[in-house]
């Protein structure tokens, strides 16, 4: 069984930084691209930022200069590092992973959500 698990959320003040990681464990036979997305209360989940196998990123203009994003595809894992955090980056942080299964195909894995909340 596939699971994605995040971890490295917590309460931040404005301004300050945090890192999230995400660990894929299971049997399966590739990871390809992974991202991770947020949803604040009422609001839609949104795409912070995802990265491909080979490296390529992307990034929501809402974090561009302020978030980074990482994976070590040796380890399964995947990281965001979030610095000059505001509070309207307060969420449900969830990580996404298309994840290649033997016998199964090809389909998307969510995690279960870690949170983020930037107050003073």
């Known amino acids: 069984q596939v699971r994605l698990v995040e971890s490295g959320g917590g309460l931040v003040q404005p301004g300050g930084s945090l890192r999230l990681s995400c660990a894929a464990s299971?049997?399966?036979?590739?990871?390809?691209?992974m991202g991770w997305y947020r949803q604040a209360p009422g609001k839609p989940r949104e795409l912070v930022a995802s990265?491909?196998?080979?490296?390529?990123?992307y990034l929501d203009d809402s974090v561009e200069g302020r978030v980074s994003i990482s994976r070590e595809n040796s380890k399964n894992t995947m990281s965001l590092q979030m610095n000059s955090l505001k509070p309207e980056d307060t969420a449900v942080y969830y990580c996404?992973?298309?994840?290649?299964?033997?016998?199964?195909?090809?389909?998307?894995?969510w995690g279960q959500g870690t949170q983020v909340t930037v107050s003073s």
């Open positions: 996404n992973a298309e994840i290649v299964v033997l016998g199964v195909g090809r389909e998307s894995y």
């Open positions: 299971g049997s399966f036979f590739r990871i390809g691209d």
């Open positions: 990265i491909s196998s080979g490296g390529a990123t």
